[in-house]
């Protein structure tokens, strides 16, 4: 995150790809970067100017994750409630808007 | 014995004046607000300008922010790969192009991104972790904490 803000300071777009958790990843990057086998490749940070205009992504408001001394139950998703926005709209979460996703 | 003790100490409180910190007064927003201009601005792009070249001292002031950064045990497994050469980047590209295709057959009904932009950004940097290094720390044993069963090995976050 410091070197995401790092980089937004300087008015770069970032991109971060991750590459742990996937072998076929780790196989195909160690030897393209001489790494040993005993590390691991975390991800990869890509910046630059970005190709288009990039826009900003809806994220939740304080109301909806904060709360004070105690949890507040109505925050609370429960399971079925989960699988539903899984199935219904999880696939949205990428989108610009909170509207298109709720 | 005296000066082995003297040399502990320095280790684990260095006192030298270029350590003190530079903390604004509290509720001072002189260095909030820019800051949150910097965050509430910052996205991600997944396709960037191929013939912008950054400049070799802009990937010292990236990663001298990401040294800084706050991790568990301050164990610092990390190391940066600073990828300039055209042919690693396309050839890295490529493999998560494949990626890409595999899990759309996979059907997964979640979009996987574009990965051909990967091979456009001007800058690129490998991060890696020597979990060795990480194991070395005995706080962050392995035990059966929600931290450990969801996240091992996740240092990522703080860089
Ligand atoms: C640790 C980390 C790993 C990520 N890995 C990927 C990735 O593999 N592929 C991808 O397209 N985006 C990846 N991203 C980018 C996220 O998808 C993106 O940050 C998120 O959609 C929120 O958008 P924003 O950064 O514009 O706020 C990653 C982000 C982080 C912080």
């Not at chain 1, 991750?18 to 490749?41: F, H, R, W, Y």
Request: with cysteine.
């Amino acid at each position: 995150m410091s070197a995401h803000l790092g980089a937004a300071s300087l008015g770069y777009a970032v991109w971060w790809v991750t590459a742990i958790g996937q072998e076929n990843a780790q196989k195909a990057m160690k030897p393209l970067l001489g790494i040993s086998d005993e590390l691991s490749v975390l991800d990869i940070f890509a910046f630059g100017p970005p190709a288009r205009p990039p826009y900003k992504l809806w994220k939740k408001s304080l109301d909806e994750i904060v709360d004070h001394d105690r949890f507040d139950q109505t925050h609370f998703m429960s399971d079925a409630e989960l699988e539903e926005w899984i199935r219904s709209k999880r696939h949205k979460v990428m989108f610009k808007d909170a509207d298109q996703v709720d | 014995m005296t000066t082995q003790t003297t040399l502990h100490v320095n280790d684990v409180e260095p006192s030298r004046d270029d350590d003190v910190l530079d903390l604004p007064k509290i509720g001072s927003r002189a260095r909030y607000d820019p800051l949150m201009a910097v965050i509430r601005n910052r996205v991600t792009a997944r396709a960037f300008d191929p013939d912008f070249t950054v400049p070799e001292e802009h990937y010292d002031l990236i990663l001298d922010a990401a040294r800084h950064a706050p991790l568990g045990a301050n164990s610092q497994p990390w190391h940066f790969v600073v990828v300039r050469d055209p042919d690693t980047k396309r050839a890295i590209a490529d493999y998560f192009v494949d990626e890409q295709r595999a899990r759309a057959k996979m059907k997964m009904k979640f979009p996987t991104p574009a990965y051909r932009g990967l091979a456009t950004a001007p800058g690129f940097i490998v991060v890696a972790s020597d979990f060795r290094w990480v194991q070395a720390f005995p706080v962050l044993k392995n035990d059966d904490s929600d931290l450990n069963r969801i996240c091992t090995g996740r240092t990522w976050s703080a860089s």
